[in-house]
């Protein structure tokens, strides 16, 4: 069976600090691969897919970045925080080749905690 | 652009009553349409999973619908229990992209 990680589960930063969340999926190879940010009185927003190792799409602009150094590792960094990367943020996974399809199941991770100060 | 609205944002009931969460979304062009729950803190767990071309999926006591042509779901949950309580969302797909867009929720408490 298939399961993802997320982890620090919580973290607390300064502004102005680098940020780096990692996110790691176990039994599947090429996952596709997502961050999503869920921030206080919004909905779930995604941030950047990828469907495979170095190919990483971002759907808003902001001040994050994303990286897929090994097919089941997704990373999401900063160079500098600000007060609005405070959120929950969360990984999800679904099963290659179905991104096309309507049956493309996506199965999130228990999320990290983030807030800035 | 998408655009998905969840009808109530928040639903108190005592346990064992039937209930229904609303979903709307502006864009009928959809792949799939997802319901997931959500408990405090923790990460999205999918229900169910309609695609364009049904009607509804029932899982347990859970069965939600599709009505693609008015832009609509409903997830309707059986003999509500305490246990139930948490956030539901829906989710949909559009066929124009690779993103779920997002409503923003209902939160249901259940109380016994």
């Known amino acids: 069976s298939q399961t993802i990680h997320q982890w620090p589960a919580t973290l607390v930063q300064p502004v102005g600090s680098p940020l780096s969340l990692e996110c790691t999926v176990e039994?599947?190879?090429?996952?596709?691969l997502y961050w999503y940010r869920q921030a206080a009185g919004r909905g779930l927003q995604l941030l950047f897919y990828s469907v495979g190792i170095g190919q990483i799409s971002s759907e808003v602009p902001q001040n994050l970045s994303a990286s897929r150094p090994q097919d089941r590792q997704f990373i999401l960094s900063s160079k500098k925080l600000l007060l609005s990367d405070s959120g929950f943020y969360l990984c999800?996974?679904?099963?290659?080749?179905?991104?096309?399809?309507?049956?493309?199941?996506?199965?999130f991770g228990p999320g990290t905690r983030l807030t800035v100060l | 652009k998408q655009e998905v609205t969840q009808i109530p944002a928040a639903l108190s009931v005592p346990e064992g009553e039937n209930l229904v969460l609303n979903c709307s979304f502006t864009?009928?062009?959809?792949?799939?349409l997802q319901w997931f729950r959500q408990d405090p803190g923790k990460g999205l767990t999918s229900l169910l999973l309609?695609?364009?071309?049904?009607r509804e999926q029932t899982s347990g006591r859970l069965n939600a619908s599709l009505d693609k042509s008015s832009g609509r779901s409903t997830l309707y949950i059986a003999a509500s229990q305490p246990g139930d309580s948490a956030t539901y969302l829906c989710?949909?797909?559009?066929?124009?992209?690779?993103?779920?867009?997002f409503g923003g929720g209902t939160r249901l408490m259940v109380k016994p």
């Open positions: 039994g599947t190879s090429n996952p596709n």
């Open positions: 864009d009928s062009a959809i792949y799939n």
């Open positions: 989710a949909v797909k559009s066929n124009a992209g690779n993103m779920l867009t």
């Open positions: 999800a996974w679904s099963f290659s080749g179905r991104m096309g399809s309507g049956t493309d199941t996506q199965y």
């Open positions: 309609i695609q364009s071309s049904q």
